[in-house]
């Protein structure tokens, strides 16, 4: 899911004072910044009462079940259109892609609430960690599952580069290299780990990607 | 022909030294420098804003050493350049004169002075050898014909006291496979490690030049310790310049030592003298190695 964290509460403030808001409507969503404990029912309630004591008045608020999802974002902001129109001013407390759903939605000044940090793995309750940046090419195959574009700071495909030390990564020391890692778990499967990776393709990860499944035809592409 | 690359293959022990281009416009500081170091050395490096530090640019301090009669070893770091760049920075290198190599990975831009900037590593230093393998043979890495070839001696950083060595060593293979014929390592203090690693790096055709450096202070071992990357200066060799009267004297008679038995070793020794430059002929010579030019 995507991790996202508390955006500097001041920037939002100063975000509202740009455009002269007076009041507000506050947009949550019900799937990954629930889970992150960032834009759920408590978060929302919470950045309502901020917004309050800073001045602003609430004019409503919502969770979507899924705030990236257009179609259903646009039904959620139909059904409230009234306390929309009465605000000033959109924030949201999603995703990037969330935010950017609901400023396609309504006709107001829309701003981020919170920072989009990484997709990340659920360690466990409230736990996230990054262990894929969609880069488009997996290399999980020859990896043993371990991937090393995103949990190796450098992304080297080849290691370990020459700051490893005891096993340990230079960058962030108290983890493991992760090239070691690869290493003990192709062997410990009896695989092969004596493999160079050739460079990677990053004409696979063209910004901004898009995609269709739909059953009319091939009308996008994964790029 | 690169004169590093014709001593080592005639099997004389050969002196690298190391030179970091200046944070400026002004070379004159590491002209001074070269001229103290460069006579005793067949080669030397300039390093790639070493440190993930700003530093003036390899290439162009590499031309000053070929000005003053000193033959370089251009040192590329995959952090800061994607592909084009290296490739096309290889060949200005190639058709200025510049014959020797030294590919590695970087020191990760957090560490450096620049902690904001985006590390690139698009390759790595593996796939930076096969690629100036490739052009070499006249191709880009795409294969397409390139008009004029390179020919660089091609060099690449090991690391002798890494452990798990099983996983040093494999990558050290790698980058032999993809063309490195030398290794330039960091300091070596366990002498013993430094044959392990020479033993593997000779069985494949490859030399090894062992890095010894001048650990003038207790401040200089802290900075090591804590800055430095693949490199941690060991408990007893640092109480040896602790508790010296004299710390500066002490780290030049290690350093005779560590050349000494490196000598003993390796192919080659890679003085970092950490700013005692002056200091580098007397410990050439107490050591045994007369350089040769």
Redesign the interface.
């Known amino acids: 899911m995507i991790i996202t964290r508390q955006r500097e509460w001041q920037r939002v403030l100063d975000d509202l004072a740009s455009v002269g808001a007076r009041s507000v409507f506050v947009v949550g969503c019900g799937e990954c910044a629930t889970a992150a404990h960032t834009g759920g029912e408590p978060e929302v309630a919470e950045a309502r009462e901020r917004l309050s004591a800073a001045g602003f008045a609430v004019t409503g608020s919502t969770v979507p079940e899924v705030t990236c999802h257009a179609g259903g974002v646009k039904l959620e902001a139909r059904k409230h259109a009234a306390t929309i129109d009465a605000a000033d001013a959109i924030v949201v407390l999603a995703c990037g892609a969330g935010t950017q759903t609901v400023a396609d939605a309504v006709a107001k000044p829309v701003f981020p609430g919170l920072e989009s940090a990484f997709l990340g793995t659920v360690v466990r309750h409230g736990v996230f960690e990054e262990r894929c940046q969609m880069c488009g090419e997996c290399v999980l195959d020859a990896t043993g599952g371990i991937c090393p574009v995103t949990t190796c700071p450098k992304g080297l495909l080849n290691g370990p580069c020459g700051g490893m030390w005891d096993g340990m990564c230079d960058v962030v020391r108290d983890r493991p290299c992760v090239h070691v890692q690869i290493r003990e778990r192709l062997a410990q499967q009896g695989r092969d780990v004596a493999r160079t990776l050739p460079p990677k393709d990053h004409s696979k990860k063209l910004k901004p990607a898009k995609l269709s499944v739909r059953a009319s035809g091939p009308s996008g592409s994964a790029r | 022909m690169s004169r590093l690359r014709d001593a080592l293959e005639r099997g004389e022990f050969v002196i690298t030294g190391e030179i970091a281009p200046p944070r400026g416009a002004d070379v004159s500081a590491m002209r001074k420098t070269m001229g103290l170091v460069g006579p005793l050395c067949h080669a030397l490096n300039i390093t790639d804003n070493q440190g993930a530090s700003l530093h003036m640019s390899s290439l162009g301090a590499c031309l000053v050493a070929l000005e003053m009669g000193f033959e370089p070893i251009f040192q590329q770091t995959c ?1 800061d350049r994607n ?1 084009l760049a290296l490739q096309s920075d290889l060949m200005a290198a190639w058709a200025l004169g510049i014959e020797n190599l030294l590919v ?5 831009a ?2 450096g002075d620049h902690p904001q900037a985006k ?1 690139v ?7 930076l050898l096969q690629i100036a393998s490739g052009m070499n043979e006249g191709q880009d ?1 795409q294969g397409r014909p390139l008009a004029g070839k390179t020919g660089f001696y091609l060099g690449a ?3 002798p006291e ?3 060595w ?3 060593l ?2 050290t ?2 980058k032999i ?2 063309g490195a014929r030398f290794f330039q390592t ?1 300091a070596v203090f366990d002498l013993d490690k430094l044959a392990r690693a020479v033993d593997a790096v000779h069985a494949h055709g490859a030399k090894v030049i062992a890095g010894v450096l001048f650990l003038r202070s207790p401040r200089v071992i802290d900075f090591v310790n804590a800055h430095l ?2 490199l ?1 200066v060991p408990e007893h060799v640092a109480r040896r310049i602790r508790q010296a009267a004299d710390p500066l004297e002490a780290a030049i008679d290690l350093a005779v030592e560590q050349v000494a038995a490196i000598r003993e070793v390796a192919d080659g020794v890679h003085v970092m003298p950490l700013g005692l430059d002056a200091r580098v002929p007397e410990v050439l010579e107490r050591a045994g190695v007369v350089p040769q030019r």
């Open positions: 952090r592909r590695v990975t970087g020191d990760d957090r560490s590390g590593f698009d390759i790595d230093s593996t796939h890495m950083a090991m690391f890494a452990e798990p099983d996983a040093q494999a990558r293979v790698g496979e993809a960091q990357a693949g941690m």
